[in-house]
């Protein structure tokens, strides 16, 4: 919001430039970028891999964990009281440790995440200036509350991005 403001006045002021009838204006469409681009699209398949093992195993501690409730509530009443004991312990101690490596998958995956994203941007970023520089641009966006689709050059970039992949 605070750039959005901060660069109104600027465009204003070049719209009322005579240097606007050779002023070059881009937009690129960031997440349009990170969910179309092949090196994105590679990310995603490299953390499915790398954390497809955890994932699995979580979801068998969480499929034990309901039927080790299931059973508790099922045989509670015909159990005797430290057999039940032992079973509620061994139930929120399993309980704990899912949890446990539950929130380590979310934070190890969401850094991952950000690994591969701020590569993925790092890279874009390159192949726009690039474009930039090669189609005499003055100006490059990624942010716009809204923007004309003539001076969306997202495609572009995209296709510089999967030309860049097979390098």
């Given at each position: ?95 704990r440790d899912f949890q446990r490596k539950q929130r380590e998958f979310r934070e190890d995956l969401n850094l991952r995440q950000?690994?591969?994203?701020a590569a993925i941007f790092e890279r874009a970023n390159r192949v726009i200036k690039q474009i930039a520089e090669a189609e ?32």
């Amino acid at each position: 919001m605070k750039r959005t403001i901060f660069m109104a006045p600027l465009l204003l002021a070049l719209a009322a430039s005579p240097a606007l009838a050779e002023f070059k204006l881009g937009f690129v469409n960031g997440q349009r970028v990170v969910n179309e681009s092949p090196q994105a699209k590679r990310a995603k398949q490299r953390l499915e891999k790398e954390f497809e093992k955890r994932d699995q195993e979580l979801q068998q501690i969480s499929k034990r964990l309901q039927s080790m409730q299931e059973s508790l509530e099922k045989n509670a009443v015909t159990m005797a009281e430290s057999e039940r004991r032992t079973r509620e312990r061994e139930f929120n101690d399993l309980n704990r440790d899912f949890q446990r490596k539950q929130r380590e998958f979310r934070e190890d995956l969401n850094l991952r995440q950000n690994e591969e994203m701020a590569a993925i941007f790092e890279r874009a970023n390159r192949v726009i200036k690039q474009i930039a520089e090669a189609e005499k641009f003055d100006l490059i966006v990624q942010e716009a509350v809204y923007f004309s689709p003539r001076i969306d050059i997202t495609d572009k970039v995209i296709r510089a991005l999967a030309a860049d992949a097979g390098k």
